[in-house]
């Protein structure tokens, strides 16, 4: 083995083995019981982020311990077409030529997409490789394959034919950006400061005018009414009557509707139908006349009258200006709002009237709360049940119809005799007057219509495939706090309705990988972080570790690179611990399970049952996806008991013909299952290491450790207590190593540990009587209290003037603490955390003072 531990070589080599082996497949297991993950898809356009590495890294850690279990685990990779993001990309390199995508038409504008995608679309595969996910590539999927793509088109017209697809006019999210229709969740909604705009309408009859207050002062030109509460005893007068719309002069009346709000503005609000979702409503009901004032492009329409063709922004400006001059401008007011963006391109949307495609939730949305409800799907952390139900109880219609032309065409054709036809296969006539002359639809689905049916499409349906019979429902979904309304609700309504069968039964959520400052991570913001670059740098394996260790379950990680130099330092232990065992104590050819020691000596015994026990607890976490507990156990067992202590304790036994087989046996089989119960987590190390240790066969295709329970000594915390105490009195006193020391105790010690206190600390305790005298220096581990002359052992005369002054100097600083913490200014104005560390830094000064009181005071 190479004297140092060297990832990038071993990553490099492992991943096509394992490929070329097919451990990955699920087939490797043909008898074991289905377990199945469906990889929330990356964007074909995208690159590895530090959200992927977090959501991959637990998804492979779950699927490799379900594989070394024996399950027949599948994990399903694929990608998905990401309709606007996609076409951007592809825009963008068109008109880097002077081209845009309507100079070259539809059909050739498409091939120029599948044409990115085979030439830059695999980019991120590549890069899920490079971290070791352990992906069936056989089974790999893209949303637009021929298979997905009929699994789509049998949704919409199954939906269409059971009346929940509907083709209307309805206020929709619209991004003149994009040039595409937008569905709620895809609009982020961010506080702005913008103004309140109070504005005068004239009675058209006699004197007197209503004010009403408006956030989008040039969306009044399209308004068709002014609405108040029916309960607004302020305006109960004036409903019925008419006002003059300003600068445009139509008459338009004032209604009473209970969708006014009368704390908002002056209680007076402007009903704009086609412009704003409470007021297409508010219209609906009172049968006004949208009017539509903007156009694709945000820019006045003829219905603006003087404004037409400003920008919409320009025209706010314009309008206002106009308003003020024609003595109908109130006032102005700070107002700060909620303004939705697009969250592709980061436009302001404009709510608009458009004629578009929408499910209807509400007979989708109520099963799928059920099965929460009912637990046969749960959440992990189960609080984000709360947000869930939220979201899915206040749901609006899903609007599926996007302007754009890379996706899943909708399969609709129009006949010049106003017939709609939809249909699994392309038509040839109208199915009303046999017209042939069919127009098809233009517009494309939104891009998680097809992902709501992953976790099914991807293993065949529509097709009755053996791995729908045996991978469906799959087994866990992964995945972060912010896809929840996106994608988790969309699965469980669309798996439910088209299988009857929640598409998976536990929900796993994490948080958002965050700078250390808990800011998001952004490039503007110059604070992200690229996972293949830390790859490059520590080795993937410790990226995965240090991401693992920190993910506690539905709370965010505020990530530090020390974390990946810290995991990189603990894989050069493991990889040293290896070493040591395979050259300088030759161990080799450990069997690739079973082989535990059947009489191990005392201290074999205490690792084997410390080994059992951290595998029930690992299992015990891991089970309840808690998987910063269940390595943060892992990493504590190796460190502390296995490598500091019994490494240096079984040398003890391995000097001893009588016990060293059975030492190194029991030192094999520990470091074997400590490497399966890390190759989850860390499996291109743990793989090179099982090729040194094992040599046959790949721990990626081993079994799960399972330990026989051995009873262990009940002692062994008060030797490794006593042990410690000898060496901290040795530090404490500047006591060499090399210098025996003899203590005396009252009571005698186990035999077993009369070696290893020599071994480990170099020192004997002799049944003798203790004192506490002065000249005299006591230690204490459990019952065991013993004593030491320190003449002779350090230079009395020396060490009391040492100890004095460190008295006094800690004696200062606690007195400076401690004022602080008297002075009522400090606790009151200090932030509670500032005062909780003054507090600490106090305590373990005064414990250092009692420490060092009580050394001095045993030189007498």
């Keep these: 083995m190479k004297p140092t531990y060297e990832p990038n070589s071993i990553e490099a080599r492992w991943y096509p083995v394992w490929e070329e082996s097919g451990v990955f497949k699920p087939e490797v297991n043909p008898d074991g019981e ?82 990115w995608k085979a030439k830059s679309g695999n980019r991120i595969t590549e890069q899920i490789r490079t971290l070791g996910m352990s992906c069936d590539w056989s089974r790999e999927r893209f949303t637009l394959d021929e298979g997905l793509s009929t699994a789509v088109r049998e949704v919409f017209v199954t939906l269409y034919e059971e009346g929940l697809i509907y083709r209307g006019n309805r206020i929709i999210n619209w991004c003149p950006r994009c040039h595409t229709a937008l569905s709620d969740i895809e609009v982020e909604h961010r506080d702005e400061v913008g103004e309140m705009v109070h504005i005068a309408y004239p009675y058209t009859e006699g004197d007197g005018a209503i004010v009403v207050a408006t956030t989008r002062a040039e969306t009044m030109l399209g308004d068709a009414a002014v609405a108040v509460h029916p309960s607004d005893e302020r305006y109960a007068s004036v409903v019925g009557k008419t006002v003059t719309l300003p600068l445009l002069g139509r008459q338009i009346p004032v209604i009473a509707d209970d969708g006014v709000d009368p704390e908002f503005g002056t209680g007076a609000v402007k009903v704009t139908p086609a412009h704003d979702p409470l007021d297409f409503e508010i219209g609906e009901r009172h049968r006004l006349e949208p009017i539509t004032i903007m156009d694709q492009e945000a820019r006045i329409t003829d219905e603006g009258g003087q404004f037409v063709g400003l920008e919409r922004f320009d025209a706010r400006e314009a309008v206002k200006t106009a308003l003020s001059e024609a003595g109908a401008l109130v006032t102005i007011e700070e107002h700060e709002h909620s303004v939705g963006h697009c969250s592709r391109c980061s436009t302001v949307i404009e709510p608009r009237l458009s004629l578009q495609w929408f499910v209807k939730v509400k007979p989708l949305v109520d099963p799928a709360i059920e099965a929460v409800k009912s637990d046969e799907a749960r959440f992990h952390p189960k609080r984000w049940e709360k947000n869930y139900f939220h979201w899915m109880e206040n749901l609006r219609d899903w609007c599926i119809s996007r302007q754009l032309w890379w996706g899943h065409r909708i399969p609709a054709w129009y006949c010049t005799c106003g017939e709609v036809i939809v249909s699994r296969e392309d038509p040839e006539k109208c199915t009303a007057c046999d017209a042939t002359d069919l127009t098809p639809e233009e517009d494309v689905l939104d891009t998680w219509f097809s992902s709501a049916l992953w976790p099914f499409s991807t293993l065949g349906w529509p097709a009755e495939t053996d791995d729908v019979d045996r991978h469906y429902p799959t087994s ?28 998976f039964p536990d929900i796993v959520i994490h948080g958002l990988v965050r700078a250390g400052d808990g800011r998001k991570m952004s490039k503007s913001l110059n604070n992200a972080v690229d996972p293949l670059e830390l790859s490059a740098e520590y080795g993937a394996d410790a990226l995965r570790l240090s991401l693992i260790q920190s993910a506690a379950p539905g709370h965010e990680v505020p990530f530090d690179v020390e974390w990946v130099d810290a995991a990189r330092r603990f894989g050069n232990k493991l990889w040293n611990a290896l070493r040591f065992a395979v050259e300088h104590i030759g161990i080799s050819g450990v069997p690739a399970s079973g082989g535990y020691p059947d009489a191990p000596g005392t201290v074999d015994a205490w690792i084997l049952s410390r080994l059992h026990d951290v595998v029930e607890e690992y299992d015990a976490s891991m089970e309840r996806y808690r998987f910063n507990d269940a390595v943060g156990l892992l990493y504590s067992f190796a460190w502390s008991e296995v490598f ?39 499996p291109f190390l743990t793989e090179e290491l099982w090729s040194e240790l094992v040599g046959e066969g790949l721990i990626a295709g081993s079994s799960w450790p399972d330990p026989p329970s051995v009873e262990g000594p009940e002692a062994m915390p008060e030797l490794q207590d006593l042990v410690s105490a000898i060496r901290r009195f040795r530090a404490e006193h500047g006591v060499s190593p090399k210098l025996p020391l003899d203590f005396g105790s009252d009571d005698p010690v186990p035999d077993w540990w009369k070696g290893q206190l020599r071994s480990l600390a170099n020192a004997t305790i002799t049944v003798t009587a203790s004192t506490k005298a002065a000249g005299y220096a006591t230690i204490a581990a459990g019952s065991i209290k013993a004593s030491i002359a320190l003449a002779g052992v350090i230079d009395v005369d020396a060490e009391r003037p040492r100890l004095e002054k460190a008295i006094a100097k800690a004696e200062g600083v606690a007195a400076k603490s401690r004022a602080k913490l008297d002075n009522p200014s400090f606790r009151d104005k200090a932030p509670e955390a500032v005062v909780a560390k003054e507090q600490a830094k106090l305590d373990e000064i005064e414990s250092d003072l009692e420490r060092l009181r009580e050394q001095l005071a045993e030189l007498g």
């Design 644 to 682: 500091d202590w019994y490494l240096e304790m079984a040398k003890e036994s391995l000097r001893d013909e009588a016990t060293a087989e059975t030492t190194r046996q029991t030192l094999g089989v520990v470091l074997r299952d400590l490497l399966k119960l890390f190759h989850p987590v860390i």
């Design 476 to 503: 866990v979904m992964i995945t972060g706090y912010d896809i929840i309304y996106f994608w988790v609700a969309r699965m469980l309504k669309m798996g439910i309705h088209f299988t009857g069968q929640v598409p």
């Design 34 to 115: 289905p377990f199945t993950i469906s990889i929330p898809p990356p964007n074909v356009t995208g690159s590895l982020h530090m959200g992927h590495a977090l959501n991959l890294s637990m998804q492979d850690v779950i699927i490799r311990r379900r594989r070394m279990q024996g399950y027949a685990a599948l994990w399903v990779p694929g990608m998905d077409h990401a309709g606007i993001a996609t076409q951007n990309v592809v825009e963008r390199q068109l008109a880097a030529e002077g081209i845009s995508r309507h100079d070259i038409g539809r059909d050739r504008f498409v091939d120029e997409v599948w044409s």
